[in-house]
């Protein structure tokens, strides 16, 4: 992956999948480009959903694998044990589950692991800030993030989707790697807001068009795996297509 001059960290649904003609258009532009491009897939799925949905798309086996919001990574060899050391200091997941049972409306959802503690509400949006305001209270150490005006992820103190990327860029990354960050939804934004070259695809989340801009955020007209496309051109290919 270090010897890759070039970098696409992207989520998955909503982003690179979801347009079956962008992503066929997309993957077809990268095998004829006259460089290589490393893949990193940053999903809120854990780790055998993400698989799944690599296989069911025929999706190309990512470089490295970010999944549970920015909690766990995974390369060839297995999973990243000092981010993973680093996941599991302060974190009270039993405490966050206890305290939700006092906010009925909240769903939990049923994962595999206890990597992140997450939630849906449907009938009564209100109640995650007012959750969000009791782990405060309860001074939980947690990360919490709100998308999609329904889904509720909490968090280890020291992770996110923008933490997990970053450690990646500065671990496993070419030192000058030419990058571009995808994201459609509210678990997007801390690394869309890393200040590299990032794209919001067309059919983004309400709480995207919010996002305060910065240089080079690029916001795509076109959905999914176009969008990507269509920022990939602006970002790069004029730029470095002999590269």
Known sequence: MKQKKFMLATDLDGTLVGNEEGLADLLAYYDGAPYEVALVYVTGRHLDSAKSLIKEVSLPIPDLLITDVGTAIY???GEDSDWKQKMNEHWLPDRIVEIATDFPELKRQQLPNDYRVSYTVDSNPSAAGKFKKRLEQEGIPHTFIFSSN???DVLPPSSGKGRALKYVIERYAAPDVKLLIAGDSGN???MLSLGHPAVIVGNAQPELLDMVDHPNLF??????????HEAWVHFYDKKDKHA
């Open 75 to 77: 390369h060839h060899d």
């Open 150 to 152: 329904r889904d509720i």
């Open 188 to 190: 997007d934004i801390d």
């Open 219 to 228: 916001r795509a007209k076109t959905h999914c795996a176009a969008g990507i």
